[in-house]
Nanobody, 123 residues
Framework: QVQLVESGGGLVQAGDSLRLSCLASGRTFSSSAMGWFRQAPGKEREFVAGIRWSSGTTFYGDSVKGRFTISRDIVKNTVYLQMNSLKPEDTAAYYC????????????????WGQGTQVTVSS
């Protein structure tokens, strides 16, 4: 069991930056990957970024590639999402998630989820 708590969301203007944090506790050693997902009201959950916990290898959704960066601090058991050049279409609730025995983009394969943090980007 992994507990995840996100923070760092807020209201910003287009072009601004935010850094989200996800603090993990519990059986973090069992996690093979950590991911960020987002969901806007009335829309499907969307993969944003993922990281292989052991190696730090990263991968991204097409809509954020080149703008967002995922990273992790093993000692702090924390995953970050640096979001640059934010656009209004980035507005969503952002969720951190962990997976065991899986590294990828499918939200169904992620087992533990945080409560979410809201990111709102105005134009």
């Amino acid at each position: 069991q992994v507990q995840l708590v996100e923070s760092g969301g807020g209201l910003v203007q287009a072009g601004d930056s935010l850094r989200l944090s996800c603090l993990a506790s519990g059986r973090t050693f069992s996690s093979s990957a950590m991911g960020w997902f987002r969901q806007a009201p009335g829309k499907e959950r969307e993969f944003v970024a993922g990281i292989r916990w052991s190696s730090g290898t990263t991968f991204y959704g097409d809509s954020v590639k080149g703008r967002f960066t995922i990273s992790r601090d093993i000692v702090k058991n924390t995953v970050y999402l640096q979001m640059n050049s934010l656009k209004p279409e980035d507005t969503a609730a952002y969720y951190c998630a962990s997976a065991r025995g899986y590294v990828g983009r499918d939200w169904h394969r992620y087992e533990s989820w945080g409560q979410g943090t809201q990111v709102t980007v105005s134009s």
